[in-house]
């Protein structure tokens, strides 16, 4: 959830926020079952805009709120993981066909940069964990290029929905050197395509990468 420029975030917002930031930083289990009260004071935010973003969150599949119970956080299973790799790939594969025939060349540029310098550190040291930040980062800022090249706010919303999915899915991955070195130069390699204005090539090294990653993913269940 975004808040416009020069606008304070209402409540609601920063708990929609803290909710995610306390799941994604593992404050919250992934199949936790927790009271109203217990995540009001876990995410510091009162229980009347708890309540409206939890409302948001349930929408959006991140948990189910029991009556009179509780919370409970998802656990994303095997076919949770097949839908949202199944609906990544529809949206993904239009988007980067779009992106290689229009992205501005110094963006291309910065990303193929950014790729070859962590690949060679790892390359050259292994994975270390204060790697991982930068990992994440650059798995976001490069599909979120990808997808904004449509400039498409419904895309937007359902693809940041799929986004928590997949970090959802991620929680209870181990991370090694290989499956990182894998993750990047398949970015790398559809960015050459990219750079290249091959359309067809970078759809192709999209789809690629995406299969490979669900097998990755269900490998991890």
């Known amino acids: 959830m975004s808040v416009k420029p020069g606008t304070a975030p209402r409540l609601s917002e920063v708990a929609y926020e803290r909710i995610l930031e306390g799941l994604f930083a593992r404050k919250v289990r992934v199949g936790a079952f927790l009271s109203q009260a217990e995540l009001s004071d876990l995410v510091d935010v009162p229980i009347a805009p708890l309540r409206d973003a939890l409302r948001m969150l349930e929408a959006e599949g991140v948990l189910t709120i029991h009556p009179r119970s509780g919370i409970q956080f998802v656990r994303p299973g095997l076919e949770l993981t097949r839908a949202t790799y199944q609906f990544r790939s529809i949206i993904e594969r239009a988007a980067v066909r779009v992106f290689a025939e229009q992205a501005d060349e110094t963006l291309l540029d910065d990303l193929t940069q950014r790729h070859q310098t962590l690949i060679a550190q790892i390359e050259a040291r292994g994975l270390s964990p204060d790697d991982l930040p930068e990992v994440d980062a650059l798995e976001q800022v490069f599909h979120g290029a990808v997808i904004g090249i449509m400039q498409n706010p419904l895309i937007d919303i359902a ?63």
């Open 159 to 221: 693809y940041r929905r799929m986004m928590n999915y997949l970090r959802l899915l991620r929680l209870d991955r181990k991370f090694t050197t290989p499956i990182i070195l894998r993750t990047l130069e398949e970015h790398a390699e559809i960015l050459t395509a990219c750079t290249r204005r091959d359309a067809s090539a970078a759809e192709a090294a999209l789809q690629a990468h995406l299969q490979a990653a669900i097998q990755r993913n269900i490998g991890f269940m």
